[in-house]
């Protein structure tokens, strides 16, 4: 439920438009598509934000993207000169991978990382194009034996594999919405790092920084930064 509400409720501001990291999967990288278990696209027709939805997805980005947990793709950063190269590493990387690609030949059984389930509109439109699709993505010894499995009297069996949703990482910390209210601790911390900027560099005006401050006055900085921010209460100004 956490990590549903962190991907659903947290809101970040692009170009003046306001997107969570779900809007921004479902409704920029694939689209504008249906969300898994959802019933409509994520932008209605008139969103101002559907025209900025990709036209023609890559969907190897499934490869790519990770949400925090065990069974989800692994962390790694991409570049725009090397993109599709990098593109067809991961899905390889990720098919090769026995726990999301698993072929039992002798049950002619092909078992599939859920994100094959969920996102089965964006891979194929029937289980034949489903394993061309992997066919593409595999090194020569597990192309090779899911040909042999398809060449068979009868066509292989496609199953998925349980989900493991627990967190891929050590040491961290649980998210909480709370977590996200602005302070005088995250105020000063931002001021100091834009005093540090030089002159003209930045422009930012923040306003209702927090319910614990009064009303307040614009305060000028040397790097250009024009802050609307309040005076402490004695219990923040202390912390």
């Not at 932008?43 to 069974?71: E, I, Y």
């Not at 002619?108 to 029937?126: C, Q, T």
């Amino acid at each position: 439920m956490a990590r549903t509400k962190f991907f659903s409720g947290v809101s970040f501001n692009v170009g003046g438009y306001e997107f969570t990291f779900s809007s921004w999967e479902h409704g920029i990288l694939r689209g504008n598509r249906t969300p898994p278990h959802a019933v409509n696209p994520c932008f209605p027709k008139k969103d101002p934000r559907a025209q900025f939805a990709v036209k023609n997805p890559d969907f190897r980005f499934h490869f790519a993207l990770n949400c925090g947990a065990k069974s989800c793709p692994p962390v790694n950063s991409y570049s725009v000169k090397d993109f599709d190269e990098e593109m067809r590493l991961v899905a390889q990387s990720f098919c090769e991978d026995d726990s999301n690609v698993m072929l039992d030949k002798k049950a002619n059984e092909v078992r599939l990382n859920k994100i094959f389930s969920w996102y089965r509109p964006d891979f194929a439109g029937s289980n034949e194009e489903l394993l061309d699709f992997l066919s593409k993505h595999l090194r020569a010894l597990k192309q090779q034996t899911l040909g042999h499995m398809r060449n068979g009297s009868s066509a292989p069996k496609i199953t998925y594999l349980p989900y493991d949703w627990s967190t891929n990482s050590k040491n961290h910390l649980k998210f909480h919405a709370n977590c996200l209210n602005t302070n005088s601790r995250t105020v000063k911390a931002f001021l100091r790092k834009a005093e540090e900027l030089p002159k003209g560099s930045l422009s930012v005006k923040v306003e209702d920084v927090s319910s614990n401050y009064s009303q307040s006055t614009d305060t000028s900085y040397d790097s250009d930064l024009r802050v609307r921010m309040a005076n402490l209460t004695t219990a923040d100004a202390t912390a």
